[in-house]
Nanobody, 124 residues
Framework: QVQLVESGGGLVQTGGSLRLSCLAS????????MAWFRQAPGKEREFVSA????????YHADSVKGRFAISRDNAKKTTYLQMNSLKPEDKAVYYC?????????????????WGQGTQVNVSS
């Protein structure tokens, strides 16, 4: 089993920044793909960013490219999402997710473990 706990959400003005963190515990963390997804009210959960087990490869949705960056510190078992130039449309609950393979995915259904989510609000 893997437990994921997100933190760092909050309220920020348009153009501001937030850094989300996802702390993992349980099974070996270093060898597994991690990702961030988000879900806005009334919408389906959507892919935001993903990172390979080593951190050498990262992937971002087109809507956040150039504004968000994903990183990981395997020694701390923590994955980060740095969000810059935030827009009102970024408002959502952000979830980190884990899959016990080395293959990164952008698909919700391919992740086995999820955190409880952290709310990000962006005021216009």
């Amino acid at each position: 089993q893997v437990q994921l706990v997100e933190s760092g959400g909050g309220l920020v003005q348009t153009g501001g920044s937030l850094r989300l963190s996802c702390l993992a515990s349980g099974r070996t963390f270093s060898y597994c793909a991690m990702a961030w997804f988000r879900q806005a009210p009334g919408k389906e959960r959507e892919f935001v960013s993903a990172i390979s087990c080593s951190g050498g490869n990262t992937y971002h949705a087109d809507s956040v490219k150039g504004r968000f960056a994903i990183s990981r510190d395997n020694a701390k078992k923590t994955t980060y999402l740095q969000m810059n130039s935030l827009k009102p449309e970024d408002k959502a609950v952000y979830y980190c997710a884990y899959r016990p393979t080395r293959v990164v995915s952008t698909t919700v259904n391919e992740y086995d473990y999820w955190g409880q989510g952290t709310q990000v609000n962006v005021s216009s």
